[in-house]
């Protein structure tokens, strides 16, 4: 539908990625609209990086959707959730889920990653506002970022899991080559390797400012076990509204990472697709409101 995103945050891979090139663009509305006509099944997964960058082309892409049964997922910012009416068109066409890149919990370090759409936003509020439309949040998190100290994993979880933030996706800083991040680390001596293996957001590739590499690797795995400790789970559906919001918690929470195995068992074998089906009736079942 679209590739690429409109902002320039420089420990992203995009615009490294389309470097000398157009970092957005959108399909013509029509255009899209038949792919997903042609596309089996009921649930979608958009994979543009921000597929609400467009105000115009995201309108006109939801009215579009609307009626065709969809149920849907996709990656946004916090400020597209904060704005007027977006939402509600997007819900109206089937979001269910939405991917928002939060990042930190740290103010200090947007200014210096030019994270400039979430300065001065409203984290908590762009989550009541999906909560409050029926959509449950993915939310992404950054760690190891320069203003980073060792507090910055139990922070952050204890945050999200007080939102009643259903999912939650955990990175590592990673300079990936040619971005800005690489650039500044770069200069400044920090790279340690070059194993292309290990840039991965899972692994500690350069000399992080306020914690050890392995206080920054530890935390990182310690954030995963804490957000889907089953205590946790549990209070972060005691944040939902209602029985409804509660059960869904429950649901995608405890699937996304206590059933992990299984998860990993099917598509191994290349099964998955089996197993669609039954995702879309829980998303039938669980999303939106009542």
């Given at each position: 539908?679209?590739?690429?995103c409109p902002h320039?945050?420089?420990?992203?891979?995009?615009?490294?990625?389309?470097?000398?090139?157009?970092?957005?663009?959108?399909?013509?509305?029509?255009?899209?609209?038949?792919?997903?006509?042609?596309?089996?099944?009921?649930?979608?997964?958009?994979?543009?990086?921000?597929?609400?960058?467009?105000r115009r082309f995201?309108?006109?892409?939801?009215?579009?959707?609307?009626?065709?049964?969809?149920?849907?997922?996709?990656?946004?910012?916090?400020?597209?959730?904060?704005?007027?009416?977006?939402?509600?068109?997007?819900?109206?066409?089937?979001?269910?889920?939405?991917?928002?890149?939060?990042?930190?919990?740290?103010?200090?370090?947007?200014?210096?990653?030019?994270?400039?759409?979430?300065?001065?936003?409203?984290?908590?509020?762009?989550?009541?506002?999906?909560?409050?439309?029926?959509?449950?949040?993915?939310?992404?998190?950054?760690?190891?970022?320069?203003?980073?100290?060792?507090?910055?994993?139990?922070?952050?979880?204890?945050?999200?899991?007080?939102?009643?933030?259903?999912?939650?996706?955990?990175?590592?800083?990673?300079?990936?080559?040619?971005?800005?991040?690489?650039?500044?680390?770069?200069?400044?001596?920090?790279?340690?390797?070059?194993?292309?293996?290990?840039?991965?957001t899972r692994h500690?590739?350069?000399?992080?400012?306020?914690?050890?590499?392995?206080?920054?690797?530890?935390?990182?795995?310690?954030?995963?076990?804490?957000?889907?400790?089953?205590?946790?789970?549990?209070?972060?559906?005691?944040?939902?509204?209602?029985?409804?919001?509660?059960?869904?918690?429950?649901?995608?929470?405890?699937?996304?990472?206590?059933?992990?195995?299984?998860?990993?068992?099917?598509?191994?074998?290349?099964?998955?697709?089996?197993?669609?089906?039954?995702?879309?009736?829980?998303?039938?079942?669980?999303?939106?409101?009542?």
């Amino acid at each position: 539908m679209s590739r690429g995103c409109p902002h320039h945050c420089d420990f992203c891979y995009k615009d490294a990625f389309f470097e000398g090139g157009k970092s957005f663009y959108t399909q013509a509305v029509d255009d899209a609209l038949a792919e997903i006509d042609r596309l089996p099944g009921r649930h979608l997964y958009f994979l543009d990086d921000h597929l609400l960058g467009n105000r115009r082309f995201a309108e006109a892409l939801f009215d579009g959707m609307k009626g065709m049964g969809r149920l849907w997922q996709a990656a946004g910012t916090v400020n597209s959730v904060l704005r007027p009416d977006l939402l509600e068109r997007a819900v109206e066409a089937g979001l269910r889920s939405l991917f928002v890149g939060f990042e930190t919990v740290n103010d200090a370090n947007l200014a210096e990653r030019r994270k400039n759409q979430n300065i001065g936003t409203d984290y908590a509020a762009a989550v009541r506002r999906l909560h409050d439309a029926g959509v449950m949040v993915n939310a992404s998190f950054v760690f190891g970022l320069d203003q980073d100290g060792p507090d910055v994993f139990d922070r952050t979880v204890a945050w999200a899991v007080e939102q009643g933030i259903e999912t939650a996706t955990f990175h590592i800083m990673t300079p990936y080559p040619s971005t800005g991040l690489w650039k500044q680390l770069e200069s400044e001596n920090r790279i340690v390797h070059r194993d292309w293996d290990l840039y991965d957001t899972r692994h500690v590739v350069y000399r992080p400012a306020g914690m050890t590499p392995r206080q920054l690797e530890d935390g990182y795995w310690r954030a995963y076990r804490d957000f889907y400790r089953w205590s946790n789970i549990w209070r972060g559906s005691a944040a939902q509204p209602g029985r409804h919001e509660r059960l869904r918690h429950l649901a995608y929470a405890g699937g996304w990472k206590k059933f992990e195995p299984a998860w990993d068992l099917l598509i191994r074998s290349q099964r998955v697709v089996r197993a669609m089906p039954a995702l879309e009736r829980t998303l039938a079942a669980f999303g939106g409101r009542e």
